[in-house]
């Protein structure tokens, strides 16, 4: 997958979000990382329907549900402010699932790619591979 210039990269998971701005172009990617964002997990609607039991046996589900949902609230005001032009997410699986749900109809029509992959805390470059193998 390419990475045009002056796209955003997202990379989540249920409790981090990581941010870059690709400054090269496509055929010469760059990630740099932006400043963090901070997240609100007070949708404590979002994951509603999973219940604790054996397929989901603690709360911390719930919190993951509410970050992701947070996440992609704060993905959707940059794009309706402007500030996102194109997006790549790249988020945990389970994660990108829950992001999905949340996606604004801006948000979807801005958005370049998506890879179901956790790599929150991984270098600018690993990402950069990642992105082009896809």
């Known amino acids: 997958m390419k990475i045009p210039k002056g796209t955003t990269v997202a990379v989540a998971d249920g409790e981090l979000l990581n941010l870059f701005q690709n400054s090269g172009d496509e055929s010469a990617p760059r990630l740099s990382a932006l400043p963090d964002a901070a997240i609100s997990s007070d949708n404590k609607g979002s994951g509603g329907r999973h219940h604790s039991s054996s397929a989901n046996p603690s709360e911390?589900?719930?919190?993951?549900?509410?970050f992701a949902a947070g996440t992609a609230a704060f993905l959707n005001k940059q794009v309706l402010d402007g500030k996102i032009e194109s997006l790549i997410i790249v988020a945990?699986?389970?994660?990108?699932?829950?992001?999905?749900?949340?996606?604004?109809?801006?948000?979807?029509?801005?958005?370049?790619?998506?890879?179901?992959?956790?790599?929150?805390?991984?270098?600018?470059?690993?990402?950069?591979?990642?992105?082009?193998?896809?």
């Open 60 to 66: 911390s589900q719930l919190e993951e549900d509410s």
């Open 92 to 134: 945990a699986p389970r994660t990108l699932g829950e992001l999905r749900k949340h996606y604004h109809k801006m948000l979807s029509a801005i958005l370049v790619g998506e890879i179901a992959k956790d790599l929150t805390g991984q270098s600018a470059s690993d990402i950069e591979k990642t992105i082009a193998a896809a």
